[in-house]
């Protein structure tokens, strides 16, 4: 019972309705899965298999694989909703990858790692001195019960983009407070606009918005200490307001179209690209999509506006990790590789070409980087002020099991359809969590 990929979101053909028995970004594959990449037939071979089959990504992918020289790299690019679905099976007969791409955090890595067919990487770290080189924040999300078990890769926060071109337009003002996001929402709904693009049928967004809201209420580091350290209550106050404010009073406002839990996430974010909708609740990862497809646009990153003066926090996290499978022939290589992908060289090819930022230090001054680019890392190196204060945690993330995932993405939808109280919710969610955790 996994999560999928935030990316398959981006990808076309959304997320089925079962996703929610449970199996992080794009919709519809642009590329063939198994892309051989990599030159010298004579080396030793090393499959790997990732998520990167839509443009920009996939073609920076296929340049960074390229520059490791240990092996003749068998690439198979497949959406994270495949992964998931044969991952678990193929690693276990001995027939998958040397490496996968796979999801953080204890309901989806952690299947896998529970399951004996993951390789610990502790040692390989200090071989490497990978934990002086990523963020500690990175590390955090990629390790399991004290464990590092992935290179953690792509760090993204959860942000509402919003197009500044077409509220100005409107002769509307971007809103700084949560006030005033309800003011807007109904002056934009009366212009003929979808407020905030956003759909709650597929299993990843509601996670998003709660994200969100709890970081603004309750505090980021609080939330840090209860999604990994299991310190503190889903059942408190603070979150019984975070769910009352955005899944009854926005959806109340008018934030969204009627049928919001009828809406995937796919659609919303179309209702974004085509100029129909002024904001988007998404991620950085949708940055590359964004620039694409809207030319000429002036678009802005912005995190949930402020409740009675708190901070705005931008939940992060790590969108997945490169793992090694407990029974790869080819360890040693395989843990050279991760180590190639964070050189300098293949860095800037990560930012640069793939849009995507790798948890470590890097100075961007030789870097080619477009405006939206540079909003996307302003948020990602400090939330736009300091990090401790405006960079929160994903609730899908540390401890989080599938049964506390089913219990946020089927709650928060019966919240929106009046049938269950933001104070029951809140209620359930810590009921889930606590047999999550004995489980």
Not at 286 to 293: F, H, P, R, S, Y
Not at 307 to 321: C, D, E, F, L, Q
Not at 336 to 361: M, N, R, T
Request: a negative charge.
């Amino acid at each position: 019972m996994n999560t999928p990929s935030r990316r398959d979101l981006f990808r076309g053909g959304g997320l089925a309705a079962a996703a929610l028995t449970l199996s992080a970004c794009g919709w519809g594959r642009t590329e063939p899965s198994g892309t051989g990449t990599g030159t010298g037939a004579a080396r030793p071979g090393l499959k790997v298999w990732d998520q990167f089959t839509t443009s920009p990504q996939n073609e920076a992918v296929k340049k960074i694989y390229d520059r490791f020289q240990g092996a003749a790299i068998a690439r198979s690019a497949q959406t994270g909703d495949q992964l998931t679905t044969v991952g678990k099976t193929a690693l276990a007969s001995g027939t998958g990858p040397d490496v996968i791409y796979y999801q953080v955090g204890a309901g989806n890595a952690g299947v896998l790692a529970d399951a004996g067919l993951l390789r610990p990487l502790d040692d390989v770290a200090a071989k490497y001195g990978w934990l002086d080189r990523l963020t500690p924040f990175a590390i955090r999300e990629a390790s399991l019960d004290g464990k590092l078990y992935g290179l953690p890769n792509e760090s993204e926060n959860t942000v509402l983009f919003y197009n500044k071109t077409l509220i100005e337009k409107a002769g509307l003002t971007v809103p700084e407070t949560f006030d005033e996001l309800l003011t807007f929402v109904a002056a934009a709904t009366k212009k003929g606009y979808t407020p905030i693009a956003y759909g709650q049928s597929d299993v990843y967004p509601s996670w998003w918005a709660f994200s969100m809201m709890a970081g603004n209420l309750a505090g980021a580091q609080p939330m840090g200490d209860l999604i990994f350290d299991n310190k503190g209550s889903w059942n408190t106050p603070q979150l019984v307001e975070a769910i009352q404010l955005f899944f009854v009073d926005l959806v109340k406002a008018g934030g969204f179209i009627k049928d919001l839990n009828s809406l995937g996430g796919p659609d919303a974010q179309s209702l974004f690209l085509a100029g129909k909708a002024l904001m988007n609740l998404n991620g950085t990862w949708a940055v590359g999509t964004i620039e694409k497809d809207m030319p000429g646009q002036e678009i802005g990153i912005m995190a949930m506006p402020s409740v009675n003066g708190g901070p705005r926090v931008y939940p992060g996290g790590i969108g997945s990790a490169y793992y090694i499978s407990a029974k790869s022939a080819n360890a040693d290589l395989a843990a050279e590789f991760l180590d190639s992908l964070y050189q300098p060289e293949a860095v800037k090819l990560w930012v640069q070409e793939g849009k995507i930022f790798p948890p470590v230090p890097f100075e961007s001054g030789g870097f080619t980087l477009t405006p939206l680019q540079e909003l996307a890392m302003g948020v990602a190196q400090n939330g736009g002020g300091d990090a401790r204060a405006n960079i929160g945690y994903a609730v899908n993330h540390g401890l989080a099991s599938p049964g506390f995932l089913k219990a946020m993405t089927s709650g928060f939808q019966a919240v929106v359809a009046g049938d269950k109280t933001p104070a029951k919710q809140a209620e359930e969610l810590q009921k889930a969590w606590e047999a999550g955790l004995t489980s």
